[in-house]
């Protein structure tokens, strides 16, 4: 082990609803800045749920609320960047919580970094993944496979990438996804022929984004401890 690695808190949370880990994520954000808690990586799946970005429009939502709730889908306006995407079951999603600072990284340099540890992972599973100029994400060919909207507020970033493993393709039907109406959204499933597990994805994927940010991971159980009482209605010590 290298101990002049900085070190990274990170844990895999299972299912969680959009509201609740944006909760965890602005709690972690303050700690991290007052130097109350490490920099984390979370790792989870959320329920069917559109979110919209600083830069998401009304236009960009095609299905009215009726049919959202006909498909159990909800719908958050949420504070990172970017525009309208899908999180639903089946899709691996990445909260980094990191001081940049910490790193010596400035936010493009993190974004590419995040985009390299995600194509990395990638070529991992036999996928040639790329990123497109000019644009977010991760592409197989001219389709995109993960997403990322992050925010950088007082030099600590939060929010992600979504990965798209076993995702059902048709919720993204609902949406204009990312404001781009001529790309389409694939999945490792509709590319390989193959279903992976979300919580084995998130480990091996985890591998990717210690290399790719030169960070030893430690693995914590009591975050996930922390998210599960909370959602049985008791208060969270993270706020």
Known sequence: MNRSQPRVRSCWLGSVAYRQAWD??????????????PDTLLLLEHPHVYTMGRKGTAEH???????????????????RGGDATYHGPGQLVGYPILDLA?????????????????????AELGLVGGAVPGLTGVWVGDAKVGAI?????????????????????????GIVPCGIADKKATSVERLLGERLGTETAANRYAQHFARSFGVELDWNARLTELVAASARGRRSPLG
């Open 102 to 122: 910490r790193h010596r990284l400035d936010l493009l340099v993190y974004l590419r970094t995040l985009e390299a540890s995600l194509i990395n992972y990638l």
């Open 24 to 37: 965890l994520q602005r709690s972690l954000v303050e700690q991290v800045r007052a130097g109350e808690a």
């Open 149 to 173: 909207g992050v925010k950088f507020n007082g030099g600590v970033v939060s929010h992600g990438f979504a990965l798209n493993l076993t995702t059902d393709l048709d919720y993204f039907e």
């Open 61 to 79: 939502l095609l299905w009215d609320e009726a049919e959202r709730e006909r498909r159990g889908v909800d719908l958050v306006w949420s504070d």
